[in-house]
């Protein structure tokens, strides 16, 4: 069973900078689409970016595009964000997610992740 633990969240000012890591264990990651979304309460778990298991496939959200990056070591069975350029209203628990994927298809819907991480708080302040 595939196991996802995130790390890297914290509190930063606005306009900052976070790194946050996924590490997986268990099955193959290489067969797995990774993504992170991030929740606030009240809200519905927004897609931040995906990767497909080969890197070559990226998808980003919409608020979070020339901002942050995702990227993906399949001989290190991680997954990382790095998050550029803060805001406040990046501030949210982000979760990274994986779905099993042989081709280079990529999810943006959560629905379709069954593999969760159990999430890192950002906060960003203003």
């Known amino acids: 069973q595939v196991q996802l633990v995130e790390s890297g969240g914290g509190l930063v000012q606005a306009g900052g900078s976070l790194r946050l890591s996924c590490t997986t264990s268990?099955?193959?990651?290489?067969?797995?689409?990774m993504g992170w979304f991030r929740q606030v309460p009240g809200k519905e778990r927004e897609f931040v970016a995906g990767i497909s298991w080969s890197g070559g496939t990226i998808f980003y959200g919409d608020s979070v595009k020339g901002r942050f990056t995702i990227s993906r070591d399949n001989a290190k069975n991680t997954v990382n964000l790095q998050m550029n350029s803060l805001k406040p209203e990046d501030t949210a628990v982000y979760y990274c997610?994986?779905?099993?994927?042989?081709?280079?298809?990529?999810?943006?819907?959560?629905?379709?992740?069954?593999?969760w991480g159990q999430g890192t708080q950002v906060t960003v302040s203003s």
């Open positions: 997610a994986a779905h099993y994927a042989q081709s280079t298809r990529v999810a943006v819907m959560a629905y379709e992740y069954d593999l």
């Open positions: 268990g099955r193959t990651f290489r067969n797995y689409a």
